[in-house]
């Protein structure tokens, strides 16, 4: 009886409670979807498979990868309706279909922190920040000096969480289970780092960035995160002192008055609550550096395994990604709908896309999309195209963006690390017509 009960059980019950007894239910030995097991399928995602002879053995329908219970939600005045990641400290996620616009709103944008949101200053011109460390003179300057003294320039810039996409490692690594929306880009006033530590006047031996915040651990003890990065990064001319985010001030949960902006690496780099930065002949030392913090093999490692980090390199320019944004997983269309007008985003860390593609058959066959040049370096770039669809029933868009050095996207995410950086495997999204 207990065997005939669990067989009788929905076939989305059973991938929330057992993934490896559904998957032998669905698939049996031969990784063949038919018959039975084919009809099971159908009545789980809601339609009939059109392209089910072509659906890999083993794969878990889009429609039940998150299980019956599906993402919490944050509920917060101001913004979106985000996908909560965690508490404490506070992170959330931007569902990809809330990425749609070229310029990302304050409300869309996603949340990650790594200790405490320091309280909001009276005066914001009166934040100071200090630049020293290997510098020949150490310099001390308010924002409201900041404005008066350097050019402020404004750009589009992408800036995405290190360990966006870390859902799609098998084993779980550990961290927050992003999917794809821990990213933004948003338009960004300020002045360029580089201008400010000319200023202070860069000293031949300086090599590395150590970056300072107002934000404390949870904990109270120290700093919340303090990482630092390879001189050339910090004298990239899109590597700016932020004040305004979208010609407004910056909102406190993201950073406000001052934050650094360090364009398609990762956004722990990005310091928050901006308060100094030192410049070292040797790299940073801080809390988030070192060890498996935003670093990654260089060598594979076994997936699962436990790792010291030691043969690590820091995780510098992110992987190239692609989000689908025109509609959200889990779209039902109307009966009849035979094509459809899709578009998203897509970004390369340094580089650009150079193309976007796109299948409704489980990868059998793809199809380019058009991509549009960026507005800027460091932005994303808008995809687009129509794909066409042969009948009623369930369908996964997948899609996939390749890099201007020719990398795209992989089936399943590769280099596993215990920290679960850099996994950008390709993304689907499940429609239902009709």
Not at 169 to 177: D, H, I, R, T, Y
Request: net charge neutral; with cysteine.
């Amino acid at each position: 009886m207990a065997g005939q009960h669990d067989r009788e059980r929905s076939l989305a019950e059973l991938y929330r409670d057992d993934p490896d007894r559904a998957d032998a239910v669905v698939w049996g030995r031969r990784g063949a979807l038919k018959g039975a097991a084919l009809v099971a399928m159908g009545a789980a995602v809601g339609a009939a498979i059109p392209f089910a002879r072509h659906m890999p053995a083993g794969l878990v329908p889009a429609a039940l990868a998150q299980g019956a219970g599906g993402p919490q939600f944050l509920q917060m005045e101001g913004k979106a309706r985000l996908i909560l990641q965690g508490e404490r400290p506070l992170n959330a996620e931007t569902p990809e279909h809330l990425l749609d616009d070229d310029v990302t709103p304050a409300a869309n944008f996603f949340i990650r922190n790594n200790g405490s949101v320091p309280e909001p200053v009276a005066d914001p011109r009166a934040w100071k920040i200090t630049i020293d460390g290997e510098v020949t003179g150490p310099l001390e300057i308010t924002l409201g000096e900041l404005e008066q003294r350097f050019e402020l320039v404004t750009r589009r810039l992408q800036m995405e969480c290190g360990g966006n996409g870390r859902s799609g490692f098998a084993p779980q690594a550990a961290g927050n289970q992003w999917g794809n929306g821990a990213v933004s880009n948003a338009e960004w006033t300020g002045v360029r780092l580089r201008d400010l530590l000319r200023a202070a006047g860069v000293k031949d031996g300086a090599r590395f960035t150590g970056h300072h915040g107002a934000d404390s651990h949870l904990s109270a003890n120290g700093p919340a995160i303090s990482r630092g990065m390879r001189i050339d990064k910090a004298m990239d001319e899109d590597t700016l002192v932020a004040i305004r985010m979208n010609g407004a001030p910056i909102p406190q949960m993201h950073g406000a008055p001052a934050r650094l902006l360090v364009p398609g690496w990762p956004g722990s780099l990005s310091q928050k609550w901006f308060t100094r930065i030192e410049l070292r002949t040797a790299p940073h030392t801080g809390r988030g550096m070192g060890g498996t913090s935003y670093r990654v093999p260089v060598r594979p490692i076994v997936p699962g395994s436990r790792n010291t980090g030691a043969d690590f390199t820091d995780m510098e320019s992110m992987p190239v990604r692609s989000v689908l944004t025109s509609h959200a997983h889990g779209t039902r269309l109307p009966a009849g709908t035979r094509s459809l007008d899709i578009r998203g985003q897509a970004w390369a860390g340094d580089l650009s896309v150079s193309a976007v593609h796109v299948s409704v058959d489980f990868g059998a066959t793809w199809q380019a999309m058009t991509v549009a040049a960026p507005p800027n370096r460091h932005s994303w770039q808008r995809w687009s195209g129509r794909i066409a669809l042969p009948s009623d029933g369930y369908f996964e868009i997948w899609y996939r963006a390749t890099d201007s050095q020719g990398r795209a996207q992989p089936h399943a995410a590769s280099n596993w690390n215990p920290q679960g950086y850099g996994a950008n495997p390709v993304s689907r999204a499940a429609i239902l017509v009709g």
